[in-house]
C-alpha cells in the first residue's frame, strides 16, 4: 500500500494486479479486524470510504460506506468494543462514528452517528485502550 503525495492510494495485492483510487491525503489502516487489513478514507462526495485485504489475491472493491460529508480525514481503530471503529469530524465540525459490529453474523456497517461535543477545529485521532 502507497500513499503518494497527488492523492492516489496504491494498493497491491501478490499479484500483478494493482488498484488505484484518487482519495484526499490521510488514510487510516487497521489491521486484525474482520478483514485482516482494513483502509478508511474520505472518497467521492466526501462520504467514508473503505478497501480490504483478507490474506488473499487480491484487495475489495472500494465501497461507500454512505453516510455524512466528512470534513476530516477519518482514523480507525480495530478490536474496541466493536470490530472496527471509524472517528470523524462531520459536517457540523463534530466528531462522528461509524463502527463493524464484533459479533457473530455482524455484516453491516453501523450508520453514522453524531457524538455530539464542542466544535472540533482539527481531523480526530483514535487509540484503543489496552485491557
Known amino acids: 500500500m502507497t500513499c503518494t503525495a497527488g492523492g492516489r492510494l496504491v494498493l497491491k495485492s501478490g499479484g500483478a494486479r494493482r488498484l488505484t483510487l484518487v482519495v ?21 462526495h466526501g462520504h467514508l470510504w473503505t478497501s480490504w485485504w483478507d490474506g488473499g489475491q487480491w484487495w475489495s472493491a472500494p465501497t461507500d460506506l454512505g453516510g455524512v460529508e466528512l470534513s476530516s480525514e477519518p482514523a ?34 453501523s450508520a453514522p452517528a453524531d457524538l455530539g461535543g464542542e466544535a472540533l477545529t482539527s481531523a480526530p ?7
Open 125 to 131: 485521532t483514535a487509540v484503543e485502550e489496552p485491557g
Open 76 to 109: 480507525a481503530i480495530a478490536g474496541g468494543p466493536h470490530g472496527i471503529d471509524v472517528f470523524h469530524r462531520g459536517p457540523n465540525n463534530h466528531l462522528w462514528t461509524s463502527w463493524w459490529p464484533n459479533q457473530p453474523g455482524g455484516q453491516f456497517w
Open 24 to 44: 484526499s491525503p490521510g488514510p487510516s489502516a487497521v489491521a486484525d479486524g474482520q478483514h485482516r487489513i482494513d483502509v478508511f478514507y474520505r472518497g467521492p
